[in-house]
């Protein structure tokens, strides 16, 4: 290899650190600071800190072989090596380092990883195809592809809702979902069946059992959820429609956390029929595109003619101020024309708690059957809520009830014919090694998605971008069945 | 970005050339010499010439913005340039740049290129899962995951063929193939539906309609067909067995090229219901593994118990001499413990005309009634054997038949019980941009598979290495019926 002094050793030090995960010698093989690189399919890491916790928190790197190696002596100090990789399962990657001597040894200033990509990304699909169902006639959505989470019927395959023990007992459908003919039928072919949190009980799309799907525009951090599948496939360029449900914000929340257009549809605008049920009083059909303009090209397939005009555009301090400071930032220039309105938000947890109440009893309705006795085929997440779900008495139920019923008329009459201005998400996406936060986050956010997931109301979610260049998300909800209305105010506040 | 004076400059100029596909530029952009470097998923390219004789080929690279950069100065003279990248279909990537400044201007002596993974890889694959098909039964497959080739009847799929008008006519089957079923019921799982050349009928892997799956261990060389996508599938890692089929070198030619463990069984040794036909007098089914131990494992699970025992191991120098001299060289060292046997070579060009005429015939008469009319349905190098194969006389025929009748006769004679050692094939894989090149490749290396094809006998390509590292093959050929043991022999022989 090199004639460097000492660069061919530290390279294979590097390698045999790398085989044994022996973190300690990474770390020392990485020059310090904060300008050293590390990039990989999961996206770029800076600074030698964050690289040496990535690697803390992943658990080694696959088994490889080195099938050559070419090395540019750049000066006395500073040499790139390339090396060809060969995994031992198969496939081939690429590895480029640059390596600097500071006058003591070799450390590495900038990797930059490739390995041969599987077949496809589990956690992203369950099945995928070229396509895997063409289109049933030709429309307006012709050459479009769709990623639908599996919770649909699609017919010849079987739904899996997230939860291998569920899929392996599940049936082969015999007809497609409402939603999924009628995208077929507008030309649209379906790419494949995507990941969902298990029976879409999360925001946060951290399956259990088939991983985090990535998030590209937020590299190392959660998709969100329970759409988590078919956003990122969105994302990453695999589908133009991505297909979900949203309940309490399963659609918004991963349109904010990875920059994506959402929609959440007036509650039974859209039928549901073919589709696994969560909360039914709550349950809606979304989906999520990169461009407004598509958003709004399924809604013209998917929806009924609009039955509501949406009038005036406002806005309040109080909800706005449920978000991270960061968030706030990115939406607060388009909220500059809207009107101030008082909002009630001293109300917000307890119109949440009881949202959750009823949510978690119709979850144990639709699917309590099924999982007494083998709640541990769930991921712990998933299973706390499904064990809540389980206690709660017919009194509680009553009593949330009567909570529902008065939020939602309170929301509906003091919306009227508005379209209300708020912050889709509290946050931005949060880190996938910080999992212990995710519930506290979980439910700052429902503060906000909880209005429209009571209200029954339509929501579209318009992506921005804070201050650190990460994804968010400014929400506008509409008067019920004005959805298709609502995404054109969307578009046009978002091209102002 | 950087402070470097023009390299800033530089940087955007490339990035324009780029995407406005300015040869020129790049070439300019790029350091001339043997040394300079680019890589990206489809391999390392070394030397100047190299990459821009990649980017004349390749017509372009997909659009894409760039979301930062980070510069690392590494003296007056050169800089490392990290930049992330964004395709504007979505899905985010990475690029590393060297740039050195030899006096006059900024070049790149090195890039390490990574966009996005597309949802799946369809130059391998038409759908794929996880898994596509669970295993029916339990048994020594276990764990194994299986490439099909898009050939064999999956139920609640389509056969494709390899042609997209013959797949949207394809029904959706009912039950699987034999060799399928088999696999499953030992308890391998199906991870997808493999690209294959049109109706078999090609060794190189290049389909017009869905690419050139790519060929891991000889990067921009063609796969080997026409159990491409299989072979590529398993080279990739992304399948355990290629299932295939081999009618004049269809498992071989591709395990040679891609450093694979193939077989070939002996015609009729296992069932070909489910399978479409190309020429049902030679045609068989194949597997492709990384080891020889699971080549054997699926051998017990699909075969028969052996009818016959291999005996000597014998070569002949005048079947060695039809292969190139580096593949000669790679495969003598296993050739060296064999015996000396004479073996007819003047006669194999005749042999092999009459071979094909039979193919060509039966090929047509499995597949005219549908290609009548619509041959343009097909890719050039495939459409012009059938077009051949249509005009084939009864008389031609006839008189093809009865040199093959001779030929097979004198094969199974001469070979008695003996093991044959020979080139699996007369070259490495082709470059793919040597498209002119392939069927005088195509007609040397059937020299040598027709022997098997004719004599109706099983044969194992075993994976060698060429002094240049590309993959080659030597092929054991045995007595019908010695299937089992030959996959014993050979793994004997690899061992040594």
Chains 1, 2 share one sequence.
Request: charged residues 20%; negative net charge.
């Amino acid at each position: 290899m090199s004639l460097a002094p000492g660069l061919t050793e530290a390279f294979w030090a590097y390698e045999r650190a790398l085989m044994s995960n022996d973190l300690e010698a990474l770390d020392r093989l990485f020059a310090p600071g904060g300008t050293t690189l590390r990039g990989d399919a999961s996206g770029l890491l800076v600074g030698h800190d964050a690289i040496s916790a990535f690697r803390g928190a992943r658990g080694g790197a696959p088994a490889r072989r080195i099938v050559e190696t070419h090395v540019q002596e750049v000066d006395d100090e500073h040499a790139l090596v390339v090396a060809v990789t060969e995994l031992i399962t198969g496939g081939r990657g690429q590895q480029t380092q640059l390596w600097r001597h500071d006058g003591d040894a070799w450390a590495v200033t900038a990797a930059h990883v490739s390995v041969a990509a599987p077949a496809f990304d589990r956690r992203v699909w369950r099945v995928v195809g070229d396509p895997l169902v063409p289109p049933t006639g030709s429309g307006d959505l012709a050459g479009e592809s769709v990623a639908v989470k599996d919770l649909y019927a699609v017919a010849g395959h079987r739904v899996g809702a997230g939860i291998p023990a569920w899929l392996d007992a599940a049936p082969l459908e015999t007809r497609h979902a409402s939603a999924v003919a009628g995208l077929l039928g507008a030309g649209a072919s379906l790419r494949g069946i995507a990941r969902t949190d298990e029976l879409a009980y999360s925001l946060a799309g951290t399956n259990a059992h088939y991983g985090t799907p990535p998030n590209p525009r937020a590299p190392h951090r959660i998709s969100g959820g329970s759409t988590s599948g078919s956003a990122s496939a969105v994302s990453l360029g695999h589908a133009t429609i991505g297909l979900g449900t949203d309940t309490g914000g399963s659609i918004r929340v991963p349109a904010a956390y990875q920059g994506l257009w959402g929609l959440r549809t007036t509650h039974g605008a859209v039928a549901t029929d073919g589709l696994l049920p969560l909360a039914p009083s709550f349950d809606t059909v979304g989906w999520l595109t990169r461009e407004p303009e598509l958003l709004g090209r399924v809604g013209r397939v998917l929806l009924p003619e609009d039955a509501a005009t949406p009038g005036e555009i406002v806005t309040a301090t109080g909800l706005l101020a449920l978000a991270d400071d960061d968030v706030r930032s990115a939406i607060e220039p388009l909220t500059t024309t809207a009107a101030a309105v008082e909002w009630p938000v001293e109300v917000l947890p307890s119109w949440l708690d009881a949202f959750r109440v009823v949510q978690a009893a119709e979850a144990w309705a639709s699917h309590g059957g099924w999982l007494a006795g083998r709640l541990d085929v769930l991921g712990a997440d998933v299973r706390a809520r499904f064990e809540v779900a389980a206690g709660v008495t017919p009194e509680e139920l009553a009593a949330a009830h009567a909570v529902v019923q008065t939020a939602r008329d309170e929301i509906r009459d003091r919306l009227a014919d508005r379209v209300l201005l708020l912050p889709s998400t509290s946050s931005v996406a949060p880190s996938v090694v910080d999992a212990a936060g995710l519930d506290a986050v979980r439910r700052s956010t429902m503060l906000l998605t909880c209005l429209a997931g009571i209200g029954g109301l339509p929501a579209v979610s318009v992506p921005v971008t804070t201050a650190d260049r990460l994804p968010a998300g400014l929400c506008l909800v509409g008067p019920a069945g004005s959805d298709r209305a609502l995404i054109d105010r969307a578009a046009q506040l978002a091209a102002r």
